[in-house]
């Protein structure tokens, strides 16, 4: 396989040999065709900047400094069964994908005998019309909208993704257990970048939960250098219920972008958490479409920032259908020089009322060095609705601090219990209880400099 290197200036972005690779999803002359328009456009945009509005404060362009190569599968040979249990917790039912380094690995997943309505595999092996007919629709979607409001990462994954999950769900199917998807990437030997890129299906009644996580395996003292650009496409079906949680745990040298684009219908519920606690420049972007009535939309999302770490957060949520609700609650925890990022929007058309949504941001200072830039938005262009927005950024509260340590705590667990308690309602809204559980234990004594080995149990 040719690797992808990317150019000082950002508008050339890969060589153009990657687009005749002969990996599983090259080949077919329809896909070949999507893959070249997709990656035409990207090059025509080029890395986005500080002039867009999106990107004020995630200038990408320090991307086109580094001679990205594509994974490589033998690194997936190192990984043993027992790396995975403090990622399981040994309780899990339901199926699970495992990726290593971009690419699916047979020997750990566990799919197995599944119930009646519903299929869950890797895209490398069932690259099928309907995916691409869906990556196609992002693709116009985002030539569409043009420079400014695109997203260009989307594309480029458009462009070169060799893998994935795929689940189906079948109408009037609720999913018993978890369907688990792991992420993993292991030590590299040089800057690699890996590109998977996810389908969630479901039709008419259909329910499932989904826990989705993308997790470095290198201690953060020896950081691997590396590029994860991750694309979730999630397609609800009337009444369906997708129950979602995501985990960014990558290490201490990585980026990574996700990308989560959310199309619901008539009566459906999209009901997500996001955390965010590694990689050295983080951005996660959540575009949500309520398309029937009555759609209800509910995500939530914790970001923490240590050192110099990065973490940049994009949420829209569109009613293009009367009668919808949404609700956005997002909270960071910045210490150190770290850097926090909140850019939410709320957009209501003309002729659609009944429209409930809320939005709420708020950021606990650790540190003096520590930033937020936070920009919660409403653009209601319709009557008849009931729509909020707020944002807070603020230090832990002296009296309560001294409160607390005149019944005796010692200044770090009093920090300790104040952040957890000012985390407590996002890490409610996990739905997967042991994650829950993990965090709600761990995370106040790991925020205020708890001991590394904390911090690995918690890394799943």
């Known amino acids: 396989m040719t690797t992808p290197t990317l150019v000082d200036d950002g508008s050339r972005v890969f060589s153009r040999d990657y687009a005749s690779s002969q990996g599983p999803l090259f080949g077919d ?29 995630s200038d990408s362009r320090f991307l086109a400094k580094t001679p990205w190569q594509a994974p490589h599968p033998k690194a997936m040979e190192g990984v043993l069964e027992e790396d995975l249990e403090r990622f399981f917790y040994g309780e899990i ?54 420079k400014a409001h695109s997203n260009a990462f989307a594309l480029l994954n458009a462009a070169q993704c060799e893998d994935g999950a795929v689940i ?33 299906i479901l039709g008419e009644r259909s329910q499932v939960h989904v826990v989705e996580r993308h997790i470095g395996l ?29 985990v960014q745990r990558e290490d201490a040298g990585a980026i990574h972008l996700g990308s989560i684009e959310v199309h619901q219908d008539r009566g459906s519920q999209f009901k997500a958490s ?15 479409e309520q398309r029937g009535a009555g759609a209800e939309t509910d995500v939530s999302g914790l970001y ?42 709320i957009v209501v058309p003309e002729n659609i009322v009944g429209t409930e949504a809320e939005q709420t941001n708020a950021n606990l200072l650790l540190s003096a060095d520590a930033s937020v830039n936070t920009k919660p938005q409403l653009e209601i262009y319709a009557e008849d609705v009931k729509c909020s927005h707020g944002a807070t950024i603020g230090a832990l ?64």
């Open 29 to 57: 002359a329809q896909w070949n065709a999507l893959r070249e328009r997709a990656l035409l456009s990207f090059e025509g945009m080029g890395l986005p900047t500080r002039k867009l509005e999106n990107w004020k404060y």
């Open 93 to 146: 039912s339901g199926a699970r994908l495992v990726f290593i380094d971009g690419h699916y690995c047979d020997r750990l997943s566990r799919i197995g005998d599944l119930q009646d309505g519903i299929s869950v595999a890797p895209l490398s092996e069932v690259h099928d019309d309907e995916l691409r007919e869906l990556i196609d629709s992002q693709v116009a979607s985002s030539i569409e909208a043009g």
């Open 168 to 200: 189906r769900v079948s109408p009037k199917t609720e999913v018993d257990g978890f369907i688990n998807l792991l992420f993993l990437t292991t030590i590299t030997e040089g800057p690699t970048l890996a590109q998977p890129r996810n389908f969630i």
């Open 218 to 246: 290198a201690e953060d003292t020896q950081p691997s250098e590396y590029f994860n650009n991750v694309v979730t496409q999630v397609r609800l079906g009337p009444e369906a219920i997708l129950n979602y949680d995501r």
């Open 274 to 288: 996001s955390v965010a606690f590694g990689a050295s420049f983080g951005r996660i972007e959540f575009a949500i």
């Open 304 to 345: 923490f920032g240590r050192n110099r770490q990065h973490h940049d957060n994009q949420i829209i949520v569109k009613h293009m259908a009367s009668q919808g609700r949404s609700k956005q609650l997002f909270k960071g925890i910045l210490d150190g020089h770290s850097q926090g990022i909140f850019n939410g929007r």
């Open 397 to 460: 509260d002296a009296d309560q601090l001294f409160f607390l340590r005149s019944r005796g705590m010692t200044k770090k667990s009093a920090q300790s219990l104040l952040t957890a308690a000012f985390a407590s309602d996002v890490i409610d809204a996990i739905q997967f209880a042991p994650m829950r559980e993990r965090w709600r234990e761990r995370l106040g004594k790991t925020l205020t400099g708890g001991s590394p080995s904390a911090d690995q149990e918690i890394k799943g």
